[in-house]
C-alpha cells in the first residue's frame, strides 16, 4: 500500500486563482519535503518541514506540516504559468531514503 | 554549476545489453541515492552509498542491478541483460548527511531517461 497519498491527482487553475494540493502520511514523519518536477526533468527541492504545526513560505508558495505530522499541504497564492508541473512530496521515516507520493499534476491556464 | 550531474540524459539499449548509469553529487556531498520513477508511479528507492560502501540496497532488483560509488569518480548503477521492464527514468540524489539521522533535504540531478528497445 502506499505510504504517502496526493490529493488530487491533478488540478488545473485559471492563472491568478489561489490553489491547493495535500500530501498525507499512513505514519508519523521525521521530515516531509515538496518538489516540483517539470516533464521530463529532475526535481528541484521546494521546502522542508520538520516539526508539528511548521508553516513556511517562499515567494507565493506556502508549506504547512499538521500537528500530528502526519500531513502537509501546499498552498500557491495567485498562481502563473511558472506555477504548472507535478508537485512531489517525499517523506524521511528515519530510514535511508524517502518515500514519495505520486505527485499532483497542476495546470495554470492563461 | 555545483548541482547534482548525471548522465547521459538519455540512453538507448536492445535488449541484453548492459547499460551504465553514472552521478556525480553535489560538492561536499558523500551520500548518493538511486530512485527509480516508472510511468504512472511515483519515485522508489533504490538504493543507498557512501564513498566506496553501499549502506542500503533494499530497493535494488535481487538481480542484474548494481551499484557502487569509488573512491574517486561518480557513482554507477550498472544493469545487465536489460530487459523492456527496466526502462524508466533513473535519478540520482544527494545529501551532506545521512537522511535517516537528519533532515537535510536530498538534492536531485535530472535524471537519465533509459529505454529498451
Known amino acids: 500500500s502506499q505510504e504517502l497519498e496526493q490529493s488530487p491527482q491533478s488540478l488545473i487553475v485559471q492563472e491568478g486563482k489561489n490553489l491547493t494540493i495535500n500530501c498525507t502520511s499512513s505514519k508519523t514523519l521525521y521530515g516531509l519535503y515538496w518538489y516540483k518536477q517539470k516533464y521530463g526533468e529532475g526535481l528541484i527541492f521546494l521546502m522542508m518541514?520538520?516539526?508539528?504545526?511548521e508553516e513556511k513560505s517562499h515567494e507565493k508558495i506556502t508549506a504547512k506540516l499538521d500537528e500530528k505530522k502526519q500531513q502537509s499541504s501546499l498552498h500557491i497564492t495567485a498562481s502563473q504559468p511558472s506555477h504548472a508541473g507535478i508537485y512531489l512530496c517525499?517523506?524521511?521515516?528515519?530510514?535511508?531514503?524517502?518515500?514519495f507520493g505520486k505527485g499532483n499534476q497542476v495546470v495554470v491556464i492563461p | 554549476n555545483a548541482g547534482v550531474m548525471q548522465n547521459p540524459r538519455h540512453l538507448v539499449r536492445r535488449r541484453g545489453q548492459e547499460a551504465r548509469l553514472r552521478c556525480s553529487p553535489m560538492?561536499?556531498?558523500?551520500?548518493v541515492y538511486w530512485y527509480r520513477q516508472l510511468p504512472e508511479e511515483g519515485l522508489k528507492f533504490m538504493v543507498y552509498l557512501q564513498k566506496e560502501n553501499i549502506i542500503d540496497e533494499s530497493g535494488m532488483p535481487k538481480e542484474r542491478f548494481s551499484a557502487e560509488f569509488p573512491k574517486e569518480g561518480p557513482s554507477i548503477l550498472r544493469i545487465q541483460q536489460v530487459v523492456r521492464g527496466d526502462s524508466a527514468a533513473y535519478f540520482c540524489?544527494?545529501?551532506?548527511?545521512?537522511?535517516?539521522?537528519?533532515?537535510?533535504?536530498?538534492?536531485f540531478g535530472d535524471g537519465t531517461r533509459l529505454s529498451i528497445l
Open positions: 560538492k561536499g556531498h558523500s551520500h
Open positions: 540524489a544527494s545529501s551532506p548527511s545521512p537522511q535517516g539521522s537528519s533532515n537535510q533535504p536530498q538534492h
Open positions: 517525499g517523506a524521511n521515516y528515519g530510514n535511508n531514503r524517502l518515500a
Open positions: 518541514l520538520q516539526k508539528g504545526g
